[in-house]
């Protein structure tokens, strides 16, 4: 038997097969947990349930849901349940901001605009999604699980405003271990190398970023999404009961390195 048997997720942010929304489903469906998804529109639709068939679970627990709107994000909650008695995790892998934030410096790229979108898709979501899902998730050893990435407290060209996003988003983390570890609910985050996923794809020199990872993290490779799924399932499961608040790099150990030399 699996360790997340009888545990049942909703899992938020599958966009393809690449998605770590999607290393963690597989992680969690293999450790024996039930699922449910939602999608952002109408166009992601059938690849989220998809995935849902595929690992096994009933694709008619996916639901839409753009973490923009207060009402669908509402709608997610009503929906599931009626199908579920309670829910046990909820998993955040949600990151956005609009493309022209992601290149040149900081201060030039920074508009009140792209601050406002990056911190209300990123940031405010897990906040928001926690709010509306914790009647369901009140008294049964919950977990909540974000995605977060070391430019939160690190620079790293081009991430700008996102940047600020993720630093926002993992104090939220903070901020809701504390106010809902009484309700025995758990918050952390995974802070996760670069993948090459959707999320990833077009942003300038995200090549380069791979290459870098390959030559300065300590295991001089980078990660997989099945890596970041099986500690999702750690941090998910009764297993981490003791664990909240924190986050937790799955990096290949990029993060401890304070200068790297070249290796030739
Ligand atoms: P992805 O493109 O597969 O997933 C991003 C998800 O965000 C998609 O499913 C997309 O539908 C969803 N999304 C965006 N705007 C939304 C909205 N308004 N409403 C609902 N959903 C919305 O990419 P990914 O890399 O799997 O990203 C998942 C998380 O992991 C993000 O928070 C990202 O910042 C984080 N992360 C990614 C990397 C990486 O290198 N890929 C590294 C560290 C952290
Ligand atoms: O969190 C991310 C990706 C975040 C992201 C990506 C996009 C691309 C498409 C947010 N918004 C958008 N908006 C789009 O229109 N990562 C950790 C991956 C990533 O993105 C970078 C990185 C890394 C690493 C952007 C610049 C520099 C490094």
Redesign the pocket.
């Known amino acids: 038997m699996g360790f997340m048997a009888g545990k049942r997720a909703l899992i938020v942010g599958v966009a393809s097969t690449r998605s770590i929304a999607t290393g963690i489903a597989e992680a969690f469906a293999r450790e024996g947990a039930e699922l449910a998804f939602t999608y952002q529109n109408e166009k992601l639709k059938s690849r989220v349930t998809k995935l849902a068939d595929s690992l096994g679970q009933n694709p008619d627990l996916c639901y839409p849901c753009d973490v923009s709107s207060d009402e669908e994000i509402d709608a997610v909650f009503e929906s599931l349940g009626k199908q579920w008695d309670g829910l046990d995790i909820l998993v955040h892998s949600v990151?956005?901001?609009?493309?022209e934030?992601?290149e040149g410096g900081f201060t030039e790229s920074i508009t009140r605009e792209g601050f406002q979108i990056?911190h209300d898709i990123?940031a405010y979501s897990l906040a928001a999604l926690a709010k509306a899902g914790l009647p369901m998730m009140t008294g049964r050893n919950g977990a909540i699980l974000t995605l977060t990435?070391n430019?939160a407290t690190q620079v790293?060209?081009?991430?700008?405003v996102?940047g600020l996003a993720?630093a926002s988003l993992e104090s939220c983390v903070r901020f809701l271990a504390a106010d809902l570890g009484p309700k025995g609910i758990r918050v952390n985050a995974i802070s996760?190398g670069?993948?090459k996923?959707?999320?990833?794809?077009?942003?300038s020199?995200?090549r380069k970023?791979l290459g870098y990872a390959e030559k300065a993290s300590p295991l001089r490779r980078t990660v997989t999404i099945e890596e970041i799924g099986n500690t999702a399932a750690f941090l998910c499961s009764d297993l981490a009961s003791g664990i909240t608040g924190e986050t937790t790099f799955v990096d290949a150990g990029s993060n401890i390195m304070g200068m790297v030399f070249d290796e030739d």
């Open positions: 990151g956005f901001a609009p493309r934030q992601l990056s990123s990435y430019a790293v060209p081009n991430y700008n996102m993720k996760a670069a993948v996923t959707l999320a990833a794809a077009g942003i020199g995200f970023m």
